[in-house]
């Protein structure tokens, strides 16, 4: 089991940014913490709230990309023709590798660092790279591909630690039973805590921090609750989606009072 100083530790690397991957993604401000049972969760899983572009969306969309991961790329671009009608294409560019660097080089775009950004940031980003290069360029990316992901729990859990999975496949539900389930003896059922970094656009909406202690295009800190003694919280933990880095932490109720800040 992790004691509670490397477990501190975990959380603070996990909100850490470094100047290698470029400026803060991150935002700074203290988290408030979101009942998950009284949250949109359709809304959490999806992980954006929009763009300041037309994009798709898709079931990625607030994954944060890394090396190995594959992507496909789609540009739609629509503009006049020459008959001075409206027209529109759509220009495959095709699938591509985030090198080990985290970098990924596109047609039109040229290459650039695409690791921790999300699906949604990047495809704003691919499309101001590609202003001069289309009229009025819209871009969709898939992320086909991913390397193995995992979350990692503590605290009064039968068998606590770090567990692989793949997005989209685990469920709250199954990350509890995946650490062996609660000690009954020691656990504080009221006190479930998932620990994540969201888009700030999705942090802001669901009321974890305050929109003036964020920027557009990063992420921030979010902590999720679940009080296992509402009967509605075996629906909700069906239903919310883990993803890579969570950190799932529950108190031990011989000491802790929630979760370490």
């Known amino acids: 089991m992790l004691g509670l100083g490397a477990a501190l530790a975990v959380l603070a690397l996990g909100g850490c940014t470094t100047t290698a991957f470029g400026p803060s993604t991150t ?20 992980g954006t709230v929009g763009t300041a572009h037309r994009v798709h969306v898709t079931r990625n ?35 591509f590798q985030i090198d080990g660097y985290g970098y990924v080089t596109l047609p039109y775009a040229g290459r650039f660092r695409a690791s921790r950004m999300t699906v949604a940031s990047l495809q704003s980003l691919i499309v101001r790279k590609m202003k ?10 898939t992320i086909i591909e991913t390397v193995p992901t995992s979350f990692t729990s503590f605290g009064a859990f039968k068998t606590p630690g770090e567990f692989k999975f793949s997005p989209g496949d685990l469920t709250l539900a199954q990350a509890l039973a995946r650490s062996g389930g609660l000690q009954e003896q020691r656990v504080n059922p009221e006190k479930i805590f998932v620990y994540r970094q969201e888009p700030s656009e999705l942090a802001v909406s669901v009321g974890a921090v ?25 629906y909700t933990m069906q239903q919310f989606q883990m993803k890579k880095g969570d950190i799932l932490y529950v108190p031990d109720s011989n000491g802790d009072s929630g979760p370490p800040k």
């Open 61 to 95: 969309q607030s994954e944060q990309l890394r090396p190995g991961d594959k992507i496909q790329v789609k540009i739609f671009d629509s503009g006049s023709g020459e008959d001075g009608l409206t027209s529109a294409r759509v220009i495959d560019l095709g699938v």
């Open 132 to 141: 001069g290069s289309a009229v009025a360029p819209q871009a969709t990316v």
């Open 210 to 234: 305050k929109p003036e202690d964020t920027q557009p295009g990063t992420t921030a800190r979010v902590v999720y609750q679940v009080d296992m003694t509402n009967p509605r919280s075996f």
């Open 27 to 46: 935002s700074a401000a203290d988290p408030t913490m979101v009942d998950l049972d009284s949250a949109d969760i359709n809304l959490i899983n999806k």
